[in-house]
């Protein structure tokens, strides 16, 4: 089983390499290229991955504690029930990636590109998704419940049954969202009346 253990690599070229059930360790990563690799079921704990190219690559099953991803490329990628635990996904793009089956647990999605991504009923409950751009997505019946979409870009996303009770959704473009079935809190329902031109006292 391929280990790294407290490793450091810059501009690494492991592109279609068969890295399955590998273990990463407090691993640093920096401009790697892992495209079109596999890495089913492969566990890092406490890495770094900065500006990594992931770009279809197959990541089945894998589990991610506390690692951090940051401006990664993951277009095309295969995360099926894949986990990600506070992780930090800061900048990086998941534009035509499969997530079925994806946990999220918790962590730091700020400015993430999730435009058109399937992620409905997903548990993502405190997740920060600061300037996340969600245009297209699917998050019907999603739990957003008290998750950080400051300034979030909704556009044409489908929002059907999602529970966004408690989020943070200051600076959110209420008139580009369908509330239809949302589960809204007051300050929330506020936010959207304003939006809307009204005046409440």
Known sequence: MLQHHRQNYSEVNFSGQDMRYG???GCT???CSFANGMLDEINSINCRFIE???QGVSLNGSIH???AFENCNFSRANLFSSK???CKMTGSDFTDSTLDGLTISKGDWSYTILRNARLIRQDLREVKFLEADFSGANLEKADLRNADLTLAS???ARLQGADVRGAKMSGVDFKAI???GMRLDKEQAIL???SHGAKVD
């Open 52 to 54: 990594c190219d992931f």
């Open 192 to 194: 959207y009346t304003l």
């Open 154 to 156: 909704f556009s044409k």
């Open 65 to 67: 504690n506390e690692s």
């Open 84 to 86: 990600l635990i506070t």
């Open 23 to 25: 273990e990463l360790i």
């Open 29 to 31: 990563f920096t401009r």
């Open 178 to 180: 369908s509330i239809s």
